[in-house]
């Protein structure tokens, strides 16, 4: 009670200050009367007393101006809210000049914006570079990238907000006229023409006006040039170092480059197609690579061809033939193809103006975002051909926070923007046809998960079992780290046969980089092959390349393709994934996708005897620091390799570094032979060179206790290596294995948890309590611990089953004179 008395008395205080200072302002001659009311009070006090009309006028008199006083106030505070209003409802706000902008970002451009949107567009660039290249090139690579040291300037003539229909568009110029950026790319010229030479982007201008939309209640901002921005890119030829060609111009580069950015961004961010910001309240900082989602598209409304009239151009920007409006719109026969990058999926064929599909499709993202296209056709009678009408856009992102943000161009150019917290999480929109008086598109949207760079999937679903895992999601692969890929393909499913006579003999092609294999044929339109195959594997984002085709007399006839994004794949996990076909109506393939390491002559041979009985040597490999540079520019790209007795194996190369985090785990049978680590700088073409030696005593380890420590290179002036060594028996591992149900449930139970203090975290953010926000964040790091700890004693499980169940078919086999008599024999 007394802290609410001083904060009351406080208050009291500084109302009457403000007050008193408020009278001092409207009437300067107060402080004049006050010597005069004073000596008035003397008197009436010693000499004779006044009537008490006195003090009374002098309350009133107070009480008046008290209540202009009020007045005062009231009408600014009124006259702020009108003025916010105003604000708010007009349709256009003043014109205001943001020299303070430029000025902001000239000083924070260097240290954070330039290495940020570096990184950023660099990967951009990168993919766009392997889409679309001209025929004169082979190929292109990315090898720098630098905006440089000047930002563009933002709203030089000034900015304001407008308002078109129910939503708000902040406007703003933007204007980028930059000579110190430093793109450098290195290209191969393609047969018949031999040579490679660098090609470096130094200069930019794009000039033009940017609308920004915020959308979701300021969850995200969507942004987009009001029309075509003028855009100038300088191009320079590079000489000298590897360069095999002379510093001349190349026919067509420049206008490659020029169109190449131009088309980027009059498909991308253009209007009304817009690009998305968002702004999560949460960030889980994990990295989506790809993701899974199924598409239903439901039914379609205000069909007729009077409102496709002026909207009749195919795709690919050519008008067809059939525009003639002979029949009715209650006679139009339509379908919808839906396309996902190279994915196209169709519909069956429906009659009348509001025609009802309720078709469902898998489709497959390689990417953290991704547009959904629907092509509307319509079937002409008597005619093979299809009369493409109009087509709409859905596109998603994936955002920090695991939800994921859809939007798509609505009424007038306008913007539907829904988001869907949880993968799972159904997502109905209507989408109006682009271009056209009317006709629109009701679909639904479900993403079922989100893979992510370290090999995980969105917390909502996440699975136990590593053989239900989808296939795009994981860390780059890096070029020839030394492990194998394994791709089982598994079997077929409604493969579309073309051939009329039933006839039906398909059989598949797998390409990874340059090595191309080949399936068994197989007579059936769900075949089953069941056929593994090995490649070695190859980094750069590269793709498997898939083609199935069917056998036919006068040549084999493709029937579908795709390509898989294999970043994400995790040494000892196999990932059972169905992939849909590209370029036809229906066809799933399965694979199973593994990677390991690449095991060199002599680990088969001696697998099975002291491994058996001795246990086995579990060794992980973390990390490298302080190593010696081994290439010209500073840095080294380095691998181990480990050398066991009679067994050789390696880790995967970590690229231009000197303090490698590797992170692999190598096991051997326990026949106490001497361990030798040999660090290497690998090199694409030149001899590996050598970085350092050492050896890990083990021997007197006691039995499943591990061993951390640093080991200083041998050979080499500098450089440790980090690792852990455990020698692990089976026999004392029993009691560890019977626990493996309780970590499957415990595992089972983790994502439910990452709920619950999601839910924490959005109402401690909606409160402001920082300190609840750092107990659960740090709640949340110790859960994610723990499941990485529970994942690696699952898979240790798997492991110790799998080999004994081995041991115990060699036993059998061994055991029965019958079945070793048929064993030899199938060898022979």
Wanted: proline fraction near 5%.
């Amino acid at each position: 009670m007394s802290l609410k008395k001083r904060g009351l008395s406080n208050n009291i205080e500084e109302a009457a200050v403000d007050f008193f200072n408020h009278l001092l302002q409207e009437k300067p001659r107060i402080p004049v009367f006050i010597p005069v009311i004073l000596i008035a009070w003397a008197v009436e006090r010693w000499l004779f007393s006044a009537s008490t009309w006195v003090p009374l006028a002098l309350a009133v008199w107070t009480t008046i101006q008290y209540g202009r006083y009020q007045r005062k106030l009231l009408v600014e505070d009124l006259d702020k809210k009108w003025k916010r209003i105003i604000l708010n409802v007009s349709p256009i706000t003043p014109l205001e000049h943001c020299e303070w902008l430029n000025k902001l970002l000239t000083e924070v451009w260097s240290n954070y914006f330039n290495p940020k949107f570096s990184i950023r567009l660099s990967a951009i660039v990168e993919k766009r570079l392997k889409l679309r290249k001209p025929r004169l090139l082979e190929r292109v690579e990315l090898q720098e990238f630098s905006l440089g040291s000047c930002p563009p300037s933002l709203a030089l003539q000034g900015m304001r907000w407008s308002t078109i229909g129910d939503q708000r568009f902040l406007q703003l110029g933007f204007d980028w006229d930059t000579s110190e950026m430093s793109i450098l790319l290195l290209a191969k010229l393609a047969k018949p023409l031999i040579g490679t030479a660098r090609i470096v982007i130094n200069s930019l201008h794009i000039k033009g006006d940017l609308l920004i939309t915020p959308i979701l209640d300021g969850k995200a901002l969507l942004y987009s040039f009001v029309s075509t921005p003028e855009l100038r890119i300088g191009v320079a030829f590079g000489s000298g170092g590897s360069q095999s060609l002379p510093a001349t111009e190349w026919p067509g580069v420049s206008s490659w480059l020029e169109k190449l950015f131009t088309d980027t961004l009059v498909k991308t961010m253009v209007e009304p197609r817009r690009r998305c910001f968002t702004l999560p309240a949460v960030d889980l900082r994990k990295k989506a690579v790809g993701g899974i989602i199924y598409i239903r598209v439901i039914s379609a409304n205000k069909l007729s061809r009077s409102c496709f009239k002026t909207s009749r151009r195919q795709p690919n920007g050519t008008t067809n033939g059939c525009s003639e409006d002979n029949f009715d719109h209650k006679d139009l026969e339509t379908f919808v193809e839906v396309e996902v990058e190279e994915l196209t999926r169709r519909t069956d064929v429906r009659l009348g103006s509001t025609p009802r599909w309720d078709a469902p499709f898998n489709m497959v993202l390689h990417d953290n975002a991704g547009t959904l296209r629907f092509n509307l056709y319509e079937c002409l009678p008597n005619n093979v051909k299809c009369d493409y009408l109009a087509s709409c856009e859905v596109k998603l992102r994936h955002v920090e926070d695991d939800s994921t943000i859809m939007w798509a161009i609505g009424p007038d150019s306008g913007v539907i923007a829904k988001q869907a917290m949880f993968c799972g999480d159904e997502i109905e929109m209507v989408v109006p046809f682009e271009g056209a008086n009317s006709g629109e598109l009701k679909v639904s949207v479900v993403v079922k998960e989100w893979q992510f760079s370290d090999g995980s999937h969105s917390l909502n679903s996440l699975r136990s079992s590593s053989s239900q895992q989808s296939i795009n999601g994981s860390p780059n692969l890096q070029l020839r780290t030394g492990r194998k890929l394994s791709v089982t393909v598994v079997e077929g499913k409604d493969l579309a046969a073309k051939d009329k006579s039933g006839k039906f003999d398909p059989y598949i092609k797998l390409q990874y980089g340059k090595v191309v294999q080949k399936s068994r044929t197989v007579h059936t339109p769900n075949p089953v092959w069941n056929q593994t195959f090995e490649f070695d594997e190859i980094g750069g984002g590269e793709y498997l390349k898939i083609k199935a085709f069917t056998e036919e007399i006068f040549g084999d006839e493709n029937i579908g393709s795709a390509h898989v994004n294999l970043e994400g794949l995790v040494d000892g996990s196999v990932r059972d994934v169905w992939i849909p076909l590209e370029r036809v109506r229906s066809g799933e393939l399965r694979l199973q996708i593994a990677v390991r390491a690449d095991d060199q002559e002599g680990s088969k041979g001696s697998g099975s005897g002291s491994g058996s009985g001795n246990g086995w040597i579990e060794l992980v490999l973390i990390e490298g620091r302080d190593l010696v540079a081994a290439d010209l520019r500073g840095t080294s790209d380095p691998y181990v390799r480990v050398h066991y007795g009679n067994f050789k194996k390696r880790t995967k190369v970590i690229y231009r570094t000197l303090n490698p985090q590797w992170n692999q785990t190598l096991e051997f049978p326990d026949d106490g032979s001497p361990l030798m680590l040999y660090v290497k700088d690998h090199n694409a073409l030149l001899p590996t060179s050598s970085i350092g030696e050492c050896a890990v005593e083990y021997q007197r380890l006691p039995p499943n206790q591990t061993a951390d420590k640093w080991i200083p290179l041998q050979g080499v002036k500098r450089g440790e290596i980090h690792i852990q060594i455990t020698r692990k028996v089976p026999e004392m591992q029993k009691r560890q294995s019977l626990d493996s149900e309780p970590s499957l449930s415990k595992l089972h139970q983790i994502p439910n948890q990452i709920k619950q203090m999601m839910i924490k975290f959005r109402s401690f953010i909606e409160d402001g309590n920082l300190e609840g926000l750092s107990t659960t964040l740090s709640e949340l790091e110790t859960l994610e611990d723990t499941q990485e700890g529970y994942i690696v004693q699952l898979e240790t499980e798997q492991m110790l089953l799998l080999s004994k169940i081995k041991e115990l078919g060699r036993e059998i086999i061994n055991s029965s004179p019958s079945l070793s008599r048929r064993s030899s024999s199938a060898g022979n």
